[in-house]
């Protein structure tokens, strides 16, 4: 197979394998896989702007989630809560979707069984153009009702009032996000796990694998036979399961691995029928 020789990317070496033959492996199996799912943490929108959580700039260095990110900390203080999320709000608003949204976004258009499982609330890759995402910890863009459980899209930034109450009853609105310890919705998460569980592909990216139940996805993947792709510039626990593990930016290693499909396999096209 033969790729162009300026893919340089740092990548884990398997048995003495060059990068080049890596990722032709890897194209390989992409062409042959019939479930290919896309899962996705904060990582990929690093590149937009948007903080991470963890890590050396991440928003847990400066913020305690005790305060900030529980149903304890809403309940005992819904102002600081609101006050937080609406200064993210500003800082997500003006941002835009990055190559690698993008590349995904394509990917459901080329890849006939493909899905994007994401942790992220920031709604970008649906600016990117992907229609079928399963949010797991919702959307910082929707706003649900405390008394009656009513979502609503909500755009405004900042926030008026602030906290913002229910146009329909008065009551206090509140991110329509999953804080630590709470459940994720049955229907997401259930969806999650099914796709996870039949899919011989999954692709990592931007995500350091510690939250759960997120993070059993690609074990489900793994334990079903699937191979996982991880895209991280760090390692994360996954890594050591994982089938090809680019260290990478997500915005410089999807491209490439787009870019390989295309010149390979012609984007698979006549496999749409
Ligand atoms: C790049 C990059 C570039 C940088 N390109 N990469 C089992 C074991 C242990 C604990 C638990 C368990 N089951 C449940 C729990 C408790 C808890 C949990 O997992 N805790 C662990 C942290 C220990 N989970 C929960 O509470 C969940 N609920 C639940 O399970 O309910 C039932 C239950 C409750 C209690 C006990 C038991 C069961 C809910 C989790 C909700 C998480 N919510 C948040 C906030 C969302 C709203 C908001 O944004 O404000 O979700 S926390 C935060 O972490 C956010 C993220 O979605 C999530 C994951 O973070 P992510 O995306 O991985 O970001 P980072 O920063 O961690 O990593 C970024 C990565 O990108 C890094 O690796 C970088 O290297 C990389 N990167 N630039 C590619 N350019």
Redesign the pocket.
Known sequence: MDIPGHFRYPMLRRNGMSEDQDMGALIGRLQRAKNVVALT????S??SGIP????KE?L?KTYR?QD??TPQAFARDPELVWEW?DW?RGLMSPKLPNA?HQVLAAWEEAIPQFALIT???DGLHRRAGSRNVLE???N?WRLRCTQEGTVVENHESPLSPLPPLCADCGALLR?H????????DPDIIGQAFSLSARCDLMFV????????????LPLAALEAGAAVVE????P?PLTQHAAFSFR????DILPRIDWALREISGVREGDES
């Open positions: 943490g904060s990582g990929i690093a590149e991470t959580f963890r890590g991440g847990w989630a900030l990110a999320y993210r690698g942790q992220n609330i797991l910890h919702g910082i991110p996000v999953v804080w630590f310890g709470e459940s994720l990216v931007g995500t350091s694998a510690v939250v759960h139940p997120a993070a059993s895209i991280n510039p760090e994360t990478g930016k997500a915005g």
